[in-house]
C-alpha cells in the first residue's frame, strides 16, 4: 500500500536557504544564533493542509534576525526571494508548484532577544506529497 506523506517543510526550506548562501535553521535556535548574524529561523505555522490526493499547502514564517532593523529588513527579503525562487524546482525532493507570501517582510522586535534585531515574514507553499510504501 502506497500511503502520500508530507514533506518536513522546515527542514527543506532551512536546506534551500543554506543553499542559497543563507545562514537559516529549523527549530531548535542555535543558541549561538547571534554570533552568526543574519541568521534565520524557519518555522511551519498550523494552518497548511492537503489540497488534493498528492499537493500539500503549507504556511511557513521565517524570522531573520540581524545587527539592525534595516539590516535584518533587508535579510528577510533576500530570504523572501530565495524561497519564491523554489516554486518550480524542488523542495524536500519533491515539486515545489507555487509559493505565495502572504505578509511581506516587517520589523520584528523579539521580547526573547532585544538587543538583536529581527524581521519577518510569511508565505504559503504548495508542495508534492512524499509517497512511501506501507
Given amino acids: 500500500m502506497q500511503l502520500n ?9 532551512q536546506t534551500a536557504l543554506n543553499e542559497a548562501g543563507h545562514n537559516a535553521s529549523a527549530r531548535p535556535m542555535p543558541r549561538d544564533f547571534d ?10 505555522l498550523p494552518g497548511g493542509g492537503r489540497t488534493d490526493v498528492v499537493l500539500d499547502r503549507f504556511a511557513v514564517r521565517c524570522y531573520t534576525y540581524a545587527d539592525t532593523p534595516a539590516e535584518a529588513v533587508a ?7 530565495a524561497i519564491v525562487a523554489t516554486q ?3 523542495l524536500g525532493g519533491k515539486p515545489c508548484y507555487r509559493v505565495t507570501p ?6 520584528a522586535h523579539d521580547p526573547q532577544h532585544p538587543d ?5 515574514f ?3 507553499m504548495y508542495v508534492r506529497a512524499n509517497t512511501i510504501d506501507q
Fill in 35 to 44: 554570533q552568526r548574524l543574519p541568521y534565520t529561523l524557519v518555522e511551519p
Fill in 116 to 120: 538583536v534585531a529581527r524581521a519577518c
Fill in 122 to 124: 510569511t508565505a504559503h
Fill in 102 to 107: 502572504s505578509a511581506l517582510p516587517y520589523d
Fill in 5 to 13: 506523506v508530507p514533506i518536513d517543510i522546515a527542514d527543506a526550506v
Fill in 88 to 90: 518550480g524546482a524542488t
Fill in 75 to 81: 535579510e528577510s527579503s533576500a530570504v523572501m526571494a
